[in-house]
């Protein structure tokens, strides 16, 4: 017969009723949700605790404890923000790597922004040190929004004189000439995920004001063209839509003081059948060139809820399994007629 598993047990300190409320949740839904993230059972009386479960598992999940016990001090935790914790460095990794508790942080006017996890740290210090970063990956995994409050910082402290934020305008199964609007308006709507963070950092009116003084400007590729763009802060969004003509023209656009960010999703491609990915393209011509940086991320960096990386991990097996990738389709031989 099996050994029964021995309980992985821990105390937490200092004794504080009220931080251990909030580090369970409510009727426990915090330690729920851990114990289902990681197949394991947690019991606790006050401050001492109890896990069942794998040894790894259980060690991983004393580290995450501990480490939402410390946000307890100053944060009201909830359901999302565990979440987010869980998916730092895939959770298994937390034991392995401590040095993630330590990390950089980005400042905007609403408060600072902490990368979650090895990767988001990773990429943002890539971008304070380099010219010219990829952040290429899935979506949800942070590399807008990171790219948007690296942008931020940077103006807050007055190392750039104003942020350009660009986007490929290629339809996702719909055309632009039936959006209402003159072109302005019709291109609004892809660059809404930009406004958005921008909105949540600096706050509606003062993005207002900024737009309006055109210290941040926004703008589709297509608007690029013969400009040179010195001490900016420019982020070129959804880059796996960009023909490689684009990649290189957007590319060489860049001057003195400024600092580029160029994310996409190769999975995710709208171009016509047929056209290579300025992305997919611009991996090979540049990955090592001094200078320039390229930041992967994988599924367990999703940082939106579970089922979002669920899906994402689903597509990649079934491409796994077969020749035919369901949206990157510049990776496509041409169909042949039998």
Not at 12 to 29: K, M, S, T, Y
Request: with cysteine.
């Amino acid at each position: 017969m099996n050994a029964p598993i021995e309980p992985h047990r821990f105390s937490l300190e200092p004794i504080e009723a009220h931080r251990f409320a909030n580090l369970c949740g409510q009727f426990d839904e915090h330690l729920r949700l851990i114990e289902q993230r990681l197949d394991i059972e947690i019991r606790n009386r006050g401050a001492q605790f109890e896990i069942i479960g794998d040894r790894k598992k259980s060690i991983s999940a004393e580290n995450l404890l501990r480490r939402l016990y410390r946000e307890t001090k100053a944060t009201e935790l909830s359901p999302d923000m565990v979440h987010l914790f869980l998916q730092e460095s895939g959770v298994e990794e937390l034991d392995n790597h401590p040095a993630a508790e330590v990390g950089v942080a980005l400042r905007t006017k609403k408060g600072m922004i902490r990368p979650r996890g090895l990767n988001q740290q990773r990429y943002v210090k890539e971008i304070l040190a380099n010219d010219i970063n990829f952040g290429i990956g899935p979506a949800g995994t942070g590399k807008t929004y990171l790219a948007v409050a690296a942008a931020v910082d940077a103006l807050e402290r007055e190392t750039i004189r104003r942020i350009l934020l660009v986007r490929p305008a290629v339809e996702a199964g719909e055309k632009l000439g039936f959006l209402p609007g003159d072109l302005s308006q019709k291109i609004d709507p892809y660059l809404r995920p930009l406004y958005d963070a921008l909105y949540e950092m600096l706050g509606f009116e003062y993005v207002a004001k900024l737009i309006e003084k055109q210290v941040i400007e926004v703008a589709p590729l297509a608007y690029m063209r013969g400009r040179t763009l010195n001490n900016s802060f420019i982020i070129l969004d959804e880059s796996q839509n960009t023909t490689v003509e684009q990649m290189k023209m957007f590319l060489t656009r860049i001057g003195f003081g400024s600092t580029a960010v160029i994310t996409g999703d190769i999975t995710q491609i709208d171009l016509p059948r047929g056209t290579k990915s300025g992305l997919n393209h611009v991996i090979e011509v540049l990955k090592e060139v001094p200078g320039i940086s390229f930041t992967h991320f994988k599924p367990k960096d999703v940082v939106r809820h579970p089922l979002v990386q669920r899906i994402v991990e689903a597509y990649e097996r079934y491409e796994e399994r077969t020749d035919h990738p369901t949206t990157a389709q510049d990776s496509r031989e041409p169909r042949r007629d039998a």
